[in-house]
């Protein structure tokens, strides 16, 4: 555990230092074991019908957010193919998968999506923007 101490200078008419332990604010914060944690807990409730969608999309967002792409992806396609609790949530996970295809450099797969999600939605967040910078991408275009 990593013990973390502050000290806070007092005012000169008190003398005595305060100490203040963080370390236990701080001992689950970030930790590997809470994350493993988080993602086997998101895994079981995914297996279960009624809360797949919303366990897969977690999920999904935890793994991008750890900087696991791939397997985040892999997530939150589990999460596109089932309904979604609302359409503003499905149209989300549609934005968040497309958005972690490109930045791993599936260009092509994450204008599609885009292109279906705009389709769907009729104009979702800045999809139609994010459809014309990919466009300019493969183009090789950078012209704004």
């Known amino acids: 555990m990593v013990e973390v101490s502050s000290r806070i200078e007092a005012p000169a008419e008190i003398q005595?230092?305060?100490e203040i332990d963080l370390s236990d604010v701080l001992a689950d914060i970030g930790s590997?074991?809470?994350a493993a944690a988080d993602a086997a807990a998101l895994e079981s409730a995914a297996a279960d019908p009624r809360r797949r969608f919303r366990a897969a999309s977690e999920l999904g967002r935890l793994l991008i957010g750890r900087g696991e792409l791939r397997a985040g992806i892999d997530w939150l396609e589990?999460?596109?193919e089932v309904s979604p609790t609302t359409p503003e949530e499905?149209?989300?996970v549609v934005y968040e998968l497309a958005d972690a295809l490109d930045r791993l450099g599936e260009t092509a797969r994450a204008m599609a999506l885009l292109m279906e999600?705009?389709?769907d939605s009729g104009g979702y967040r800045?999809?139609?923007s994010r459809i014309e910078q990919l466009a300019r991408a493969q183009t090789g275009s950078?012209?704004?």
Do not use: E
């Open 117 to 119: 999600l705009d389709a």
């Open 142 to 144: 950078h012209d704004r």
């Open 32 to 34: 590997p074991a809470r």
């Open 126 to 128: 800045d999809v139609r």
């Open 16 to 18: 005595t230092p305060v």
């Open 90 to 92: 499905g149209f989300a």
């Open 78 to 80: 589990r999460a596109a």
